[in-house]
């Protein structure tokens, strides 16, 4: 006897109603619902600017910065195994947008708003507005981009392996970038330092008054300022450029010859060297000038990760034409 046809069994997906989502929770999650929880997680950082005083987040520091970024990390390769509604919907594109626009509206406050401002009005430096890339509603909303970008990232690799691999670079690279970014800022170091003619100075001070060295010494040979000749539109006097020639002392006894520019900084031993001012003397000739030495172990991690995105972008903008060629064929 002929044999009838097995039928395949299709199994049966429960509504999200079943599953415990009831009203507007129980439609497919989108945009509404990626603006709702981002206003809220802003609102959120909000509260914790307020109760925090207005003082913003202090970034921790190396290790406890490397520490939380690791478990923020492991926690997302667990949760990308997931098949949850709600990591699908995290992992998404409504939600990663949405991420972006938060960004960039609390940027464009960061960028109106004079930061670090001491005569900004009470009501500013309550809710944060004088120092935004540091409060909590700025970083709460990186932090989900970095969840959305990690879980698209995972869960994309581990549908398609090494076929993704394009994607994950540009999607992997901006995460980097944002991990080295974000979590790297506690070890940032600013200081400055007095450079004096004729004398060697390694000593530096922070914004706070805590005295450091740097791993080589300075010695200034010589600080001029160049000035614009007297004419229309530019009086006698107008500095055009600002140069010190300095040694760079190392401890194992070898000496560089450089200069340190306005906009030309010095970078020497994992250090980067501004010239930002000079003094005059009593005789109206330059003697000093002052120097902002900035340290931030993580900037290759920046960089890095900015590489990473870019070539993931070269390689999608050239494999989309391959992929056309490769469908068109019979």
Known sequence: MPTS???PTVEATEPPEARGATGFWADNLGYAHAALALGGAVFVGWAMEFALGGRGIVPPAWPANAIFLGLFAVWLVL?????????????????AMVCLVAIILLGA?????????????????????????N??????AILLLMANLGLA???KVRMMGAKAWFFSLNHA????????????AGDITRAKTILREGQAEAMIVDGKGHHGYLPFGLFLTRFFVETYPPGP???????????????????NQTRENVSIEVNRPLRCDGWTLYLTNYELSESGLTDQCLVEAVRDPWLPGVYGGIFLWLGGAIAMLFRCPFDQLGRARP
């Open 153 to 155: 990232t995972l869960r």
């Open 233 to 251: 539109g530019s009086p006698s006097g107008t500095a055009k450029r600002f140069v010190a020639e300095v040694v760079v002392l190392r401890k």
């Open 135 to 140: 409060g909590p509603p700025f970083l709460l």
């Open 173 to 184: 690279g901006l995460w980097v970038a944002l991990a080295a970014g974000i979590f790297g």
């Open 109 to 133: 406050v960061g960028g109106i708003i004079p930061q670090d401002a001491a005569t900004a009005p009470a009501w500013i430096r309550v809710l944060g507005f004088d120092h935004v890339f």
């Open 5 to 7: 046809p097995e039928v």
């Open 79 to 95: 949760l990308s195994r997931s098949e949850n509604r709600i990591v699908v919907w995290l992992a998404g594109v409504p939600f």
